[in-house]
C-alpha cells in the first residue's frame, strides 16, 4: 500500500492504494485552506502539513496518527518586533539524527526542531547571512524550498533557496557556504558581472547512495554536482526545455533523476501539449523521454517543484506527480508506464508518497 | 472595559469563548493584550511584527477600523475574516 499525501490549493487530500489501479481519498484536512506541502515522517509516523491561511498566517501542523486532531506546531516564526514576517512554509524534512526536522520557509528561512516536530527554533546562522539584504524573491516568493540530508552525516545539509542559490553547511548550520560554481543564469546579461546571489534554483535531490551526488533543476537549466554542492555540471543536453520545476531520484541508483520539463519560463506547461517525464540512468549524458499513460496531445500542465516523488526504488520505484489543474498521476515500474490516480483535486501544490 | 468579539478559529483558541472584556486604549493594545491573556492566539491576528495580518478586519462599533484606531469603555470590537481573504 502508497500513501500520497497531497497538498492543494483547498486542502490537504491523503490517498492510499497499490500502483498501478486508482488511489482512494482517505482524508481531507484544512478544506479551503492552501496546504503548500505535507509529509510523514518515517521514524515517528507523525505527518506534518504546512498551511498558509490567507487570513490567519502559515502555519505548520502535525497528527500523530488519524490526520484529524492537528497541533499547531510552536516557534515557526521570525524574531518579534523585526520588519519582516514570516510568509509561508514551503517544505518539511525529517533529518538524520533522532528528534530532528527542518522546514524551509519564506523569506529564506531555516528552522530546526531537536524534539520531532514540535517546537521549532530559527537557525540564525542563515538568517544573518550579511548578503540576505540583497536577496531577491523568485515569482513565489523568497522560498528556501529544498533541504537535503546526508545519510549518516547529521552535519551535513545543502538548502537551496529561489532565488538565493545553494547553501551549505557542514557544522549543523552553525556556517554557511555557498555551492554556486557553474550554474548560468540566462535571465541576467551576458556582461553581467558573476552574481553568486541572484540564483533561481528550482529543486535539489540527493543521491543517498551517493551522497556527494546531488541533482538540480534551475531556473533555465539541468545540473549535477559530484562534490557535494560546490559546483555544478550542466546535463541539459538531450532534454527537450532545461526549464521545469520537479526532480526525483531512485534511491537505489545514484546515476539516476527525473525531471519534468516545461516549454520556457514564459510559457510554463508542458511542452507541445505532451505531458512526458523524462529519466536519466547515466547521470544525465543521456535522457528518454516516459510517457506511456500520460496524456500525448492537448494537454497543457504545470507542475510546481514540490508536486513529484518517488516511494520505494530499483526495479519497483513508484513516481507520482499532480498538477495544477488537479490531475495527478503515477507510475509503479520506475516511469516505464503512467496511470490515472485519482480524479482531479483542487490544484496541486506538493505531492510526497511513502510505501 | 471594551469587548473583543471573536469567531470561528479564533474563538476556539481564545478558550472557546466569544466574548472577552480587555483593558486597552487602542485596537492594538486590546489584541496584544488578548494574545497575552490567550497565547494561542498568537500569531493568528498579528504577525510577528506586531502588525495586523493583511486579511483580519477589525470593526469598532460597526464600523472598520485599524490597528491604531483607540477605543473606549463601552466599545465593541469585532474581530472577522476579511472578504478579500478568500480565494
Not at chain 1, 505535507?38 to 490526520?67: C, H, M, N
Not at chain 1, 506527480?321 to 516505464?336: E, I, K, P, W
Amino acid at each position: 500500500m502508497t500513501e500520497l499525501l497531497i497538498g492543494t490549493k483547498k486542502g490537504l487530500f491523503a490517498l492510499a492504494g497499490h500502483a498501478g489501479s486508482p488511489f482512494e481519498v482517505t482524508a481531507r484536512a484544512f478544506a479551503g485552506d492552501p496546504v503548500e506541502y505535507a509529509v510523514r515522517d518515517p521514524r515517528s509516523g507523525r505527518i506534518f502539513a504546512s498551511v498558509t491561511s490567507p487570513f490567519y498566517g502559515p502555519k505548520l501542523w502535525y497528527t500523530e496518527e488519524s490526520a484529524e486532531e492537528w497541533i499547531q506546531a510552536e516557534g515557526l516564526e521570525l524574531p518579534a518586533g523585526g520588519d519582516v514576517a514570516l510568509e509561508r512554509i514551503w517544505t518539511v524534512v525529517p533529518g538524520v539524527d533522532d528528534g530532528t526536522v527542518y522546514a524551509g520557509g519564506d523569506p529564506g528561512v531555516l528552522f530546526v526542531s531537536r524534539d520531532g516536530g514540535s517546537t521549532f527554533e530559527l537557525n540564525r546562522a542563515l538568517w544573518e547571512q550579511p548578503s540576505r539584504d540583497r536577496w531577491q524573491p523568485g515569482a513565489g516568493g523568497l522560498c528556501l524550498h529544498s533541504i537535503v540530508t546526508w545519510p549518516g552525516e547529521p552535519d551535513r545539509l545543502a538548502l537551496a533557496i529561489s532565488a538565493a542559490g545553494v547553501w551549505l553547511t557542514e557544522d549543523g548550520g552553525e556556517s554557511w557556504t555557498r555551492g554556486n560554481e557553474g550554474l548560468v543564469p540566462r535571465y541576467l546579461p551576458e556582461d553581467a558581472p558573476d552574481d553568486e546571489i541572484a540564483l533561481c534554483v528550482h529543486r535539489l535531490r540527493r543521491a543517498p547512495t551517493r551522497p556527494e551526488r546531488i541533482f538540480m533543476q534551475f531556473h533555465g537549466g539541468v545540473y549535477r554536482s559530484d562534490d557535494a554542492g560546490a559546483t555544478w555540471t550542466s546535463i541539459a543536453d538531450g532534454l527537450p526545455s532545461d526549464f521545469g520545476f520537479p526532480l526525483a531520484v531512485d534511491p537505489a541508483d545514484p546515476d539516476s533523476a527525473y525531471v519534468i520539463p516545461l516549454a520556457a519560463d514564459v510559457d510554463r506547461v508542458t511542452p507541445d501539449g505532451r505531458v512526458r517525464v523524462y529519466e536519466t540512468r547515466d547521470g544525465g549524458a543521456s535522457w528518454t523521454a516516459r510517457g506511456e499513460g500520460l496524456p500525448s496531445e492537448d494537454a497543457y500542465l504545470t507542475v510546481l517543484r514540490g508536486a513529484m516523488d518517488q516511494a520505494g526504488s530499483g526495479a519497483s520505484l513508484e513516481l507520482y506527480f499532480g498538477a495544477t489543474s488537479g490531475d495527478v498521476y503515477g507510475s509503479g515500474d520506475a516511469g516505464a508506464t503512467w496511470f490515472e490516480v485519482a480524479k482531479p483535486l483542487p490544484p496541486i501544490f506538493s505531492v510526497s508518497a511513502a510505501a | 472595559m471594551p469587548l473583543v468579539c471573536l469567531r470561528g478559529p479564533l474563538k476556539r483558541l481564545a478558550g472557546d469563548r466569544a466574548e472577552h472584556s480587555i483593558d486597552g486604549g487602542s485596537v492594538g493594545e486590546l489584541l496584544e493584550e488578548l494574545e497575552r491573556t490567550h497565547p494561542a492566539t498568537s500569531g493568528w491576528i498579528l504577525d510577528e511584527r506586531g502588525v495586523l495580518r493583511q486579511h483580519i478586519n477589525v470593526f469598532v462599533n460597526g464600523e472598520l477600523c485599524a490597528q491604531e484606531t483607540p477605543v473606549g469603555a463601552d466599545d465593541r470590537v469585532d474581530v472577522l475574516p476579511a472578504l478579500s481573504g478568500g480565494r
